[in-house]
């Protein structure tokens, strides 16, 4: 578990100027009472780091005061700016998700004009607030890393009567684990093997989309053989359809193959959960993930409520 310590709160009338130090802060559900960036917005409550700051200081060759980049929140303990979008922070009763990392500084920023060389753009970040409460200086935050939730259905007769290994399930997680893992973000997998039953795969997705899992991705069922179900059975059940992922990959690779424009995959929406169906070759698995994880962390923001650009 990983702890780091509240060093000072801090808040400020205006955007874009320094904040003043404060003993206690309310946190509501906008951000700090009375301070200018509590809203309805995803940026809500600020955070840098002493680590940071003392960086700032090396640059500049001068010393900063807690709240002269404008945070609301100064910590010591941990290296903020290497925390992922909805990681969560705790303290006592008061929990906050980041939502972004980094910004732009407001024309004419008085911080950027008193620093000469402000780091709050490249490693201070910033949070929504989840359960509102009250903080003191010296209180500690413990770090709740957003675990990622995936599962991948493989539909295959053959395989899940042992007739032979499955191996595009396997090739899916993999290729996932690794993807995350270069993000720093924790990944839990579950993985099933079915017969090309479309009653079965209806009740497993509604299973894992009803638990909110991040993803669900399936392999096989998806060509014009009479038990490819796949597409058939998860087109009824999404609630929005993203039809341009799917067709940019049948272009891409079916004017080099042509048989790869026989694939009928679907992407779209569940509830909360992002469903993808990818054909049963480790070949195809491979080509489909490689256009699919371009979009899958903006896609997370965005069903997660956090949509800017």
Same mark, same amino acid.
């Given at each position: 578990?990983?702890?780091?310590?509240?060093?000072?709160?801090?808040?400020?009338?205006?955007?874009?100027?320094?904040?003043?130090?404060?003993?206690?802060?309310?946190?509501?559900?906008?951000?700090?009472?009375?301070?200018?960036?509590?809203?309805?917005?995803?940026?809500?409550?600020?955070?840098?780091?002493?680590?940071?700051?003392?960086?700032?200081?090396?640059?500049?060759?001068?010393?900063?005061?807690?709240?002269?980049?404008?945070?609301?929140?100064?910590?010591?303990?941990?290296?903020?700016?290497?925390?992922?979008?909805?990681?969560?922070?705790?303290?006592?009763?008061?929990?906050?998700?980041?939502?972004?990392?980094?910004?732009?500084?407001?024309?004419?920023?008085?911080?950027?004009?008193?620093?000469?060389?402000?780091?709050?753009?490249?490693?201070?970040?910033?949070?929504?607030?989840?359960?509102?409460?009250?903080?003191?200086?010296?209180?500690?935050?413990?770090?709740?890393?957003?675990?990622?939730?995936?599962?991948?259905?493989?539909?295959?007769?053959?395989?899940?009567?042992?007739?032979?290994?499955?191996?595009?399930?396997?090739?899916?997680? +993999?290729? /996932?684990?690794?993807?995350?893992? @270069?993000?720093?973000?924790? #990944? $839990?997998?579950?993985?099933?093997? *079915?017969?090309?039953?479309?009653?079965?795969?209806?009740?497993?997705?509604?299973?894992?989309?009803?638990?909110?899992?991040?993803?669900?991705?399936?392999?096989?069922?998806?060509?014009?053989?009479?038990?490819?179900?796949?597409?058939?059975?998860?087109?009824?059940?999404?609630?929005?359809?993203?039809?341009?992922?799917?067709?940019?990959?049948?272009?891409?690779?079916?004017?080099?193959?042509?048989?790869?424009?026989?694939?009928?995959?679907?992407?779209?929406?569940?509830? +909360?959960? /992002?469903?993808?169906?990818?054909? @049963?070759?480790?070949?195809? #698995? $491979?080509?489909?993930?490689?256009? *699919?994880?371009?979009?899958?962390?903006?896609?997370?923001?965005?069903?997660?409520?956090?949509?800017?650009?």
């Amino acid at each position: 578990m990983i702890q780091f310590t509240i060093k000072s709160l801090n808040i400020s009338a205006e955007k874009g100027t320094v904040k003043q130090p404060l003993e206690s802060v309310v946190i509501t559900e906008e951000g700090l009472k009375a301070d200018a960036h509590a809203g309805k917005w995803h940026r809500q409550v600020s955070l840098l780091g002493t680590e940071s700051i003392r960086k700032a200081e090396e640059q500049n060759n001068r010393s900063f005061a807690f709240g002269d980049f404008g945070e609301n929140i100064t910590t010591e303990g941990i290296e903020l700016y290497k925390t992922n979008i909805l990681d969560r922070f705790q303290s006592g009763e008061v929990i906050l998700e980041v939502t972004q990392i980094g910004k732009k500084c407001h024309k004419g920023c008085e911080i950027m004009k008193i620093s000469g060389n402000c780091i709050m753009p490249v490693e201070g970040i910033f949070c929504r607030v989840i359960r509102t409460g009250t903080l003191n200086v010296n209180d500690t935050f413990i770090y709740l890393p957003r675990v990622i939730r995936i599962a991948v259905i493989t539909l295959s007769d053959r395989a899940f009567e042992g007739v032979y290994e499955d191996k595009s399930g396997p090739m899916a997680v +993999r290729l /996932l684990e690794d993807f995350f893992s @270069g993000q720093g973000r924790p #990944v $839990h997998f579950e993985r099933q093997v *079915i017969p090309d039953n479309p009653d079965q795969l209806g009740e497993i997705i509604r299973r894992y989309s009803g638990d909110e899992f991040d993803f669900i991705f399936t392999t096989g069922g998806t060509g014009i053989g009479l038990r490819d179900i796949t597409p058939e059975v998860v087109k009824r059940m999404i609630d929005k359809e993203i039809p341009g992922i799917m067709e940019l990959i049948r272009y891409k690779y079916g004017s080099v193959h042509p048989n790869a424009l026989l694939s009928r995959g679907v992407a779209g929406v569940i509830g +909360r959960s /992002l469903i993808y169906t990818l054909p @049963g070759s480790v070949k195809a #698995v $491979h080509e489909y993930l490689a256009e *699919i994880t371009k979009t899958m962390e903006h896609s997370l923001r965005m069903l997660s409520g956090i949509d800017f650009h």
